[in-house]
Every structure is written in C-alpha cells, then in structure tokens.
C-alpha cells in the first residue's frame, strides 16, 4: 500500500440500539465504496457508549448485514466503549487547557432557567461556568459536574464534499457538553477522539449529522487534530416525500433478505440513491460501481425510496444469476410454505434448477418463483374464466381433443420435453388440427392459465402421473362426465 492510499481512512460506525437499516447500509456502502476505489482502509466501529440501549445481539445482527451485503471491513469491528479512558483523558485536557470547564448545573435548574427565558432563551455561559476558586470547592465537596466545551468567537466552516463550502455561526451554538457527570463521553467527543486515534481521513455520513460537525470541528481543532474531509450524503425519503420510516414498509436490511431481495440488487438500489455513475447506466455489479464511485457525484438533494424500482432491480440481478445460486432461496420459501420437506428438496435439485431457469427472467422475488412452483405441485389449478371463454368454446370437440392427449402422453416412453413436443405434434396433426389448437387447451387445463412457459416444460415440471390427472379434471369440467 502506498502513502497516499494510507491516507485514505474511512469509517462506518453504526449504534448497536437497533437493526442495520437502509439508511445506515447507504452510509456503510458509500464508505466502503470510496475506500476500494483508492485502495484505502475501511474501518468499522461500534458506537455503543450508550451501554443501556446498546446490545450484543444488535452487534451480531448489523455485522450479518454487513456480511450479507458483501462490505467486507479491514479494521475493526472495534468497540467505541472500550476507548472511554482515552475520552475522558481528551476531555481533561481540554478542561487543562482552558478550552472547557466545569458546570455544576443541575438538570432542574436548566430546565427552570429554559422556561423562565421563553423561546428566545440561550444558555450564556455567564449562567454555567463558575469562578475557578468556586469550582475547585465544589469539587471538594464531591459535587458532581459536567465538562462542557468552550465554545469560541467567530464561526466555523469547511468545504463540504457534497454540499461544497457550508458556514456555521458560533453564537448560535451553545457551550456543549463533552463528558456528563458520571464521566461517560457524550457522542461528539467519543466520536472526534475516535477518528483521531484510527486515523480518519473522510468522515462520509447522512447529513442529519450536519448540525454535529461544526461542534465536532472545533474539538478537531481544539484538539490539535486535522480536521478530516466531510460528505455529508442526502437523506433517503419515502414515496410520501417523509423521512423513511416503518410505516413505508421494510426498512431494516435483515427484511430486504428475508423477502427474497438478493444483496447485490440492494446494494446496485442503494448505491443509486443519492449518487450518479455519471453514465446513462442503472444495472450495476460491485466492481463496476466501485470503478466509477466519487463524492463528487453524490446529490445534494434526498432520494426517494421506490420499492417498485428495487423489485424491479432485483428482478434484473435475477436473470443474471446462475440458477444455481438462486435455488436455495427458492427451496428455503418452498419449506416455510410446506409445499416440499427438506427431503423433497434434496430429492429435486434438478427439477429446482430446471424450475429456476424458467422463471427467473420472468420474476422479480426468489418468493414468486417458489409460487410459480405451485403451477407443477398443486392437486388442483383455477382456470382463468377469460381463457375458457377463450380456448374452451366447445366444449365437446376440446374434450375429444384432450382424450386424445391423454391417450398419447399415456403411452409416451420417456418423459421428456423434446419427447413431449413431438408427441404433441404427431397428435395435432393425426386430429388435422394446428399445433395451437392442442396447445392453449391444454395449457388451460394443466395451469388454468392461457399463458405459461414453453408446454413441452411444463408438463416435463408437472410429470406424468400429474398432469394426466390435471386433463381427467379438465374433462371433467368440460362434458361433467368422469371421462
């Protein structure tokens, strides 16, 4: 690795008090993007300070995100709690310096102090910060206090990697706390004292951090520390234009891969909210979006969250994939239905692959190809009332018709699809009728459909034994006779 890829550092850093949801995804694929494509360090960090809220559990589940969705970390997954010494050391020195000091004021007096100012009330530092001789008594006296952060004059500003130059006024920040009064860090010194310990180079994040980092520059600063490259991307609404939520339906990624979604169509969808290729392209493997991937190109604007476009993306990703690699997920859907056991599905890896390349350029879910399966494995099938009024006008002659089918797929030697065409053919033309004559009936009364896949598969994936019991039903329906 060269000196300048190591300058490249970045991180993700997901609180482990929920599951890995697309937003936080967006962020870490952003992350891990802009490392691969400058062969930099992608770092992940557990921010679980907050240990009432955080959880092992969580952990396990947003690291099995990440794994699912192929963004491998290079460092990590380091614990943010495990560095609270090496907070509280930097909140210290700021307190040495003069850069924070220590306030003794009590919750209920801040919230009395709030109501008694109105809605134009600041907390001046004149309120919270005390003589020094005060305080050191204080302290004696074993009082607790908070560290807060001395706020200075001016303003602060840096050049956004989306947003371009982005100015924050001082006074309207108030002097923050950095460490409360039982000595845990609030998030913005943990996090500063995080990335200037691992090294960070970009900090890439939703933009509802942007009011964090003018508070997070000046610790950089007051630190001694160089200030990293800040990209702040657009947040990810819901059709509804609202900020995306549970109430648009799934938003954790663990749903995504349990409804069928594959990880490479989540990721080619995640990529693209919020950031253009720069190419009149959609359909992407990791390896091209990583080639193509800049800040430069990420939208100022928030992207809209369009479930139809993902299922139509992982319909594209799909058609693309070996059967193979999709047939376990259509086992796994075909066992939780109860449609095959387990011994079922280890007995029909062939058939599964066969059922995988007919319908996988036809579907958009792993979850619609196990129901296209039905079509083969039901007892029974509906017929779709416009195709009999259709292909079933006469009753009488299609029922000669499928006498005749029955007849010579009953006698038919090996049972399959290029047989089955052929004997079909030699039946249409001994009744001197078209091929399609034979066909759409027929398709009718195996699927109760008047579209399907190639006739001669389908009734290879029906079987024999099936399929002659679906045209005696047909019949049956037909004349109301047993046939």
Same mark, same amino acid.
Request: glycine share 8%; hydrophobic share 40%.
């Given at each position: 690795?060269? *000196?300048?890829?190591?300058?490249?550092?970045?991180?993700?850093?997901?609180?482990?008090?929920?599951?890995?949801?697309?937003?936080?995804?967006?962020?870490?694929?952003?992350?891990?993007?802009?490392?691969?494509?400058?062969?930099?360090?992608? /770092?992940?960090?557990?921010?679980?300070?907050?240990?009432?809220?955080?959880?092992?559990?969580?952990?396990?589940?947003?690291?099995?995100?990440?794994?699912?969705?192929?963004? *491998?970390?290079?460092?990590?997954?380091?614990?943010?709690?495990?560095? /609270?010494?090496?907070?509280?050391?930097?909140?210290?020195?700021?307190?040495?310096?003069?850069?924070?000091?220590?306030?003794?004021?009590?919750?209920?007096?801040?919230?009395?102090?709030?109501?008694?100012?109105?809605?134009?009330?600041?907390?001046?530092?004149?309120?919270?910060?005390?003589?020094?001789?005060?305080?050191?008594?204080? /302290?004696?006296?074993?009082?607790?206090?908070?560290?807060?952060?001395?706020?200075?004059?001016?303003?602060?500003?840096?050049?956004?990697?989306?947003?371009?130059?982005?100015?924050?006024?001082?006074?309207?920040?108030?002097?923050?706390? /950095?460490?409360?009064?039982?000595?845990?860090?609030?998030?913005?010194? %943990? %996090?500063?004292? #995080?990335?200037?310990?691992?090294?960070?180079?970009?900090?890439?994040?939703?933009?509802?951090?942007?009011?964090?980092?003018?508070?997070?520059?000046?610790?950089?600063?007051?630190?001694?520390?160089?200030?990293?490259?800040?990209?702040?991307?657009?947040?990810?609404?819901?059709?509804?234009?609202?900020?995306?939520?549970?109430?648009?339906?799934?938003?954790?990624?663990?749903?995504?891969?349990?409804?069928?979604?594959?990880?490479?169509?989540?990721?080619?969808?995640?990529?693209?909210?919020?950031?253009?290729?720069?190419?009149?392209?959609?359909?992407?493997?990791?390896?091209?979006?990583?080639?193509?991937?800049?800040?430069?190109?990420?939208?100022? @604007?928030?992207?809209?969250?369009?479930?139809? @476009?993902? #299922?139509?993306?992982?319909?594209?990703?799909?058609?693309?994939?070996?059967?193979?690699?999709?047939?376990?997920?259509?086992?796994?859907?075909?066992?939780?239905?109860?449609?095959?056991?387990?011994?079922?599905?280890?007995?029909?890896?062939?058939?599964?692959?066969?059922?995988?390349?007919?319908?996988?350029?036809?579907?958009?879910? %792993?979850?619609?190809?196990?129901?296209?399966?039905?079509?083969?494995?039901?007892?029974?099938?509906?017929?779709?009332?416009?195709?009999?009024? @259709?292909?079933?006008?006469?009753? %009488?002659?299609?029922?000669?018709?499928?006498?005749?089918?029955?007849?010579?797929?009953?006698?038919?030697?090996?049972?399959?699809?290029?047989?089955?065409?052929?004997?079909?053919?030699?039946?249409?033309?001994?009744?001197?009728?078209?091929?399609?004559?034979?066909?759409?009936?027929?398709?009718?009364?195996?699927?109760?459909?008047?579209?399907?896949?190639?006739?001669?598969?389908?009734?290879?994936?029906?079987?024999?034994?099936?399929?002659?019991?679906?045209?005696?039903?047909?019949?049956?329906?037909?004349?109301?006779?047993?046939?």
């Amino acid at each position: 690795m060269t *000196d300048t890829n190591e300058q490249i550092r970045v991180r993700f850093a997901p609180s482990p008090t929920g599951f890995l949801h697309v937003g936080g995804a967006r962020t870490a694929l952003f992350n891990w993007l802009y490392a691969r494509r400058h062969g930099g360090v992608f /770092v992940l960090r557990i921010e679980d300070t907050d240990r009432a809220r955080s959880s092992e559990e969580m952990t396990e589940v947003i690291l099995d995100g990440m794994r699912w969705l192929g963004l *491998d970390w290079d460092e990590g997954p380091v614990h943010q709690a495990d560095g /609270v010494e090496r907070h509280r050391a930097a909140a210290d020195r700021l307190l040495a310096e003069g850069k924070a000091y220590r306030c003794f004021a009590t919750p209920e007096e801040l919230r009395k102090w709030r109501e008694e100012g109105g809605e134009d009330f600041r907390l001046t530092r004149d309120k919270l910060e005390l003589p020094e001789e005060e305080a050191d008594r204080r /302290v004696a006296e074993g009082e607790p206090y908070t560290v807060r952060f001395r706020v200075p004059e001016g303003s602060t500003e840096w050049d956004d990697a989306v947003h371009g130059k982005t100015v924050f006024q001082n006074d309207d920040i108030d002097d923050f706390i /950095v460490l409360r009064s039982d000595r845990t860090p609030v998030y913005n010194l %943990a %996090a500063v004292a #995080d990335d200037v310990e691992m090294r960070i180079s970009h900090v890439i994040r939703g933009d509802d951090h942007i009011s964090n980092t003018p508070r997070q520059i000046m610790l950089y600063r007051a630190l001694g520390a160089e200030v990293p490259t800040f990209a702040h991307v657009p947040m990810i609404l819901g059709p509804d234009g609202r900020r995306l939520s549970k109430r648009h339906g799934a938003t954790a990624v663990g749903d995504y891969a349990a409804e069928g979604i594959l990880p490479e169509a989540l990721v080619n969808f995640l990529a693209l909210l919020g950031w253009s290729p720069g190419e009149d392209r959609e359909v992407m493997t990791i390896e091209e979006m990583t080639s193509l991937f800049s800040l430069e190109r990420i939208n100022k @604007k928030s992207a809209i969250f369009d479930p139809e @476009k993902l #299922d139509w993306m992982n319909g594209q990703h799909l058609s693309r994939q070996p059967a193979e690699r999709i047939v376990p997920l259509v086992a796994r859907k075909l066992v939780d239905s109860g449609t095959l056991s387990e011994a079922e599905v280890a007995e029909n890896q062939e058939w599964l692959v066969t059922l995988v390349e007919m319908f996988k350029v036809r579907s958009r879910r %792993a979850d619609e190809i196990a129901r296209h399966a039905q079509l083969f494995l039901a007892d029974e099938v509906a017929y779709d009332p416009i195709a009999v009024q @259709k292909h079933w006008k006469d009753p %009488a002659d299609v029922a000669k018709r499928l006498d005749a089918v029955s007849a010579t797929l009953r006698n038919l030697g090996a049972w399959e699809p290029a047989m089955i065409e052929q004997a079909l053919r030699a039946t249409a033309e001994r009744l001197n009728t078209g091929f399609g004559k034979v066909v759409h009936p027929l398709r009718l009364a195996v699927t109760g459909q008047s579209s399907s896949p190639g006739i001669d598969q389908v009734l290879f994936m029906t079987g024999r034994e099936r399929t002659l019991k679906r045209l005696k039903v047909a019949r049956k329906s037909l004349v109301g006779t047993k046939g």
